[in-house]
Nanobody, 121 residues
Framework: QVQLVESGGGLVQAGGSLRLSCAAS????????MGWYRQAPGKQRELVAT???????NYADSVKGRFTIVRDNAKNTVYLQMIGLKPEDTAVYYC???????????????WGQGTQVTVSS
């Protein structure tokens, strides 16, 4: 079992910055990916950014150039550095982990509880 705990959300004015953190614990296989998804009221959950255990990253077009995802493998922690925040970024941000336990084809998926990010105009 894997547990994910997010922190760092809050209220910020447009143009401001926040850093989200997600700490993973439990039995995490070495082949894995962590990332952030977000969901605004009335909208479906969408990918924000992901990073693999090998360091490969993927970003949504809407956040490229503004958000940066990094991970500390020693701490099993992933960070999302957000700058130039816009009101459109307002959402609950969820940490995600996928790992290919025992090198299986299909990954197991885990979600954090979510942290609220609110960007005011």
């Amino acid at each position: 079992q894997v547990q994910l705990v997010e922190s760092g959300g809050g209220l910020v004015q447009a143009g401001g910055s926040l850093r989200l953190s997600c700490a993973a614990s439990g039995s995490i296989f070495s082949i894995n990916a962590m990332g952030w998804y977000r969901q605004a009221p009335g909208k479906q959950r969408e990918l924000v950014a992901t990073i693999t255990s090998g360091g490969s990253t993927n970003y949504a077009d809407s956040v490229k150039g503004r958000f940066t995802i990094v991970r500390d493998n020693a701490k099993n922690t992933v960070y999302l550095q957000m700058i130039g925040l816009k009101p459109e970024d307002t959402a609950v941000y969820y940490c995600n982990l996928r790992h290919w336990y025992n090198s299986k084809i299909d990954p197991e998926t885990y979600w954090g509880q979510g942290t609220q990010v609110t960007v005011s105009s």
